[in-house]
């Protein structure tokens, strides 16, 4: 029996050409949706030198304006309107945490229309310890994270079985369904990478011969623990003299205090010889500087999902990671688990990969293929569910 092909809108906060985790999941998904015959319509935040409405690769975008301060909280309500418009004789609305899950829920109600939301983290009680806020800005965070969760949708979907287990701690009345993210392992793959390219990074990185190195890749948020891998080189320097930390961090203003802090403990502690803070690279160049790496460092307290894990484990590079949230369930091939939020137990990590005292495993792949059928098996589900009147999610 042929499916009917189904008409979708997506309320996303961001969405191309804005680059992030998210971004370039929804974006994934919306297109390959198309290529199976769906029709598609993303409704997002309108940034600058950006259409107020395009068709990319069969996705239909339209772009709401809304004005620069607070851009995200007045997107909430802005595409309201629209949303209201565009989703006459639709077949889903779906959605992501977090500003576009209020405006969703609302019209698939008003509509009747069933809905989806994708959760990629539950924080929980966790605002304040985890990002280093204020006891009242995290209380605020934590409010409204369990409005959000709590909202009425047709299904709940977690990226991974980490997030779907917080989000029932935060929604006790729902269950969760887990649909991987996928990824490009044609992009992640370290046979399209030539050796004299990689030779190339590490001339720009000013690694020298036989020098063991150890990269981090990412923003410095709190969420990240780089101040913890950091706190680790001294023990790693005093184990491996010829070794060096290369961080590729974000520059982005929300860290610029933070980045200072970082440059300033570097000088304050004598490091410049083993630590090198560099600027962010393009993305398509990235697999390059992972390969000039003899391991990649991912010391999350918190993770979704976990793109930097998966991306470090495609290419085949040792990885040392924090066992927390949803890494155990992601990574693969050569790695060693440490304790979060822990210098010494990080800095035990990088030797024994260093002496090559490690997990090894098949690489686990996780497929965009696997997780657009996720979705679909979805929608038709709680299509289904609505036609007989019973709840399935």
Known sequence: MVKKKL?????????????????????????????????????????????????????????????????????????????????????????????????????????????????HEVIGQNWTKLLEMSWLSGKIHEIIEKLIVNLPFSAYVGVSNSTVKNFQKANKNKKGITVYNGMDYEFWNSKNIKSNEVLKIKKELRIKENQFTYLFYGRPGPSKGFEYLLKSVKLIKKAIPNSKLVAILSKDKAYEKRYNNILKYIEKNELQDHVLIHNPVNYNNLPKYLMASDCVVIPSLTEGFGFTTTESCALGRPVVASNTTSIPEVISGKYILVNPANSKSIANGIIDIYTKKYNKTKIKKFLWKDCIKGYEKIYYSIIKSKKNKNKVY
């Open 7 to 119: 008409k979708i809108i997506f309320v996303l906060e961001n969405y191309f050409p804005h680059v992030g985790g998210v971004e370039i999941l929804f974006k994934n998904i919306t297109e390959g949706l198309v290529v199976q015959g769906h029709n598609i319509t993303v409704i997002t935040h309108r940034f600058k030198n950006t259409k107020k409405y395009e068709v990319v690769n069969g996705v239909k975008i339209h772009r709401v304006s809304v004005p620069s301060f607070a851009s995200r909280y007045f997107f909430t309500f802005a595409c309201i309107p629209l949303l209201l418009k565009l989703s006459k004789n639709t077949d889903i609305i779906h959605t992501t945490t977090y500003n576009g899950a209020p405006p969703s829920s609302l019209v698939a109600k008003v509509r009747n229309i069933p809905s989806v939301i994708t959760i």
